[in-house]
């Protein structure tokens, strides 16, 4: 065993070192097998509506063929912009399967955003929820989209719950802004039209891209991260491989609360729990917590993927704990920290271990993941890296770190980017030597987990002492009146920075004395807020983690 991946004895029972991330030469190559093997098993619930893999297997055949017969070509880059509804992987798997590049594209994104992403990444087709329309139609003339292809919330839903469905999102909530695009087609007419067709076969490689999916563009301008066939194949290996001790092939079934264009659910739950003959339960909505729980008491659910402000409203709430939780084997949180007394609360109420792991968008995304049962797992860490990764602590120079000295994570491994698309100078800052800069601030122990401190960029410095807000809200969060919270650095005259706390209370008996008084029993003072702003919501992103830029900008405005 090599010195440098100590983590290798700590890995858990029937975990390889490695995979062979050439086993499959394409994702699609993957697709066939799994659609050949689980043909009879659901893959996908949305509303109580299931869809079997041998349908998905037709259905994006079809869908390939519309594409091809609007002149898309191998190469061409289309958007997918909706929520978690059947209609994405019908979409996803045909556009694979006719060889064109995926661009996951949030759909709350507003005109501004949508311009940037769709210019940049050249896109010449969509799939939009009709919701959006309105939004699309704003830009569509700055952009190179000629194939406009609308879908309904309920449109795959079948009679007569795909009619009352749509009634509702158009009529009662009014969630469908008006919209005028010439020439779009409805996504049930494109698979219609596509049965007339036979999809080109198109043999990719493993070098090429088939997927653009771009950074959240919390700093500066979103970039589009090139994700290869290898890429992608080499990461649900890696996913497959740490989880099958726990699992059963063809016998499990996923709530996926996380939308399936973020690159969490995109390569967890559609691609790697896909590949073991999981049915994946979408909710189109995870903020409507009711919605979650129905999910999770109409379907023995065996596995849960979120992130920590999902757990912790989930935990908070008062019909969670009336679930049955007597299936449940694995639960992951990533995206976002994992706070210690979220996790203890979740396994106190399902009797599951949380483990945490770490990625992001550009290693495909995980990178390292926790052992998957509490006596394995460790609570406050990111977990051991997986099979064929390596990871490390690096100085602000590049000089690689001991055992728990705190430094910048990097990340080595098949799952790591080509690079940003169009803009090789971000590339050669972000890659240097194959080794993968993720601006985390962590530590590695002795014996290989990893700790994640926080976000480089997010560190706070008071008369010259780093201050990390993941410690504060951690600390924060146990109090017994805190909801949720997050901390930031404020501009201050003395040292230059210091505290600021804002916070959703649970109790609204709690003030800003008795939650400093709190803080000093558990921190040393530099790191004790001084100022607390009581919100009713903190800004969050499509997934659930907490904007603390958005506070930051608001803080430098003055507001």
Known sequence: MSEHRPWLKNYPNGVPANIDPDS??????M????????????????????????????LSRQFGAYLHSR???????????????LQYPIALFGALRAGLIVVNTNPLY????????FTDSNVKAIVIAENFASNLEHILKDTS??????????????????????????????MVPKYDIPNTVNFLDALAQGKRFTIKEHKGSADDVILLQYTGGTTGISKGAMLTNRNLVANLLQIRAWMMPYLKEGEEIALCPLPLYHIFAFTVNCLALGGIGTMSVLVTNARDLPSVIKAMKDYQITIITGVNTLFNALTNHKDFATSDFSKLKVTVGGGMAVQRPVAERWQQITGCFLAEGFGMTESSPVASVNPLTSSHGRLGTIGLPV???DMRVADHQGNVLGPMQVGEIQIKGPQVMKGYYNRPEETAKTIIDG??????????????????VDRKKDMILVSGFNVYPNEIEEVVATHPKVLESAAIGIPDDKSGEVVKLFVVRKDKSLSEKELIAFCRENLTGYKVPKAVEFRSELPKT????????????EAMKGK
Not at 110 to 117: C, S
Not at 156 to 170: A, D, S, T
Not at 435 to 449: A, H, I, R
């Open 24 to 29: 499959f030469a394409t994702v699609v190559d």
């Open 31 to 58: 697709l066939e097998d799994t659609f050949q093997k689980y043909r009879k098993k659901p893959a996908f619930s949305c509303m109580g509506k299931e869809l079997a893999f041998g349908q998905l297997d037709q």
């Open 71 to 85: 002149g898309l070509e191998p190469g061409d880059k289309i958007a997918l912009m909706m929520p978690n509804l």
């Open 110 to 117: 507003t005109p501004r955003e949508m311009r940037h992403q």
């Open 145 to 174: 989209i000629k194939t406009v292809i609308t879908t309904s919330i309920g449109e795959m839903l079948g009679f007569p719950k795909k009619q009352i469905v749509n009634f509702v999102v158009r009529n009662i909530r009014k």
């Open 387 to 389: 099979p064929s990764t």
């Open 435 to 452: 080794w993968l800069s993720t601006g985390d601030m962590g530590q590695m122990s002795e014996d290989g987990f990893f700790q994640i």
């Open 542 to 553: 499509n997934v659930g983690k907490i904007l603390r830029r958005a506070l930051r900008e």
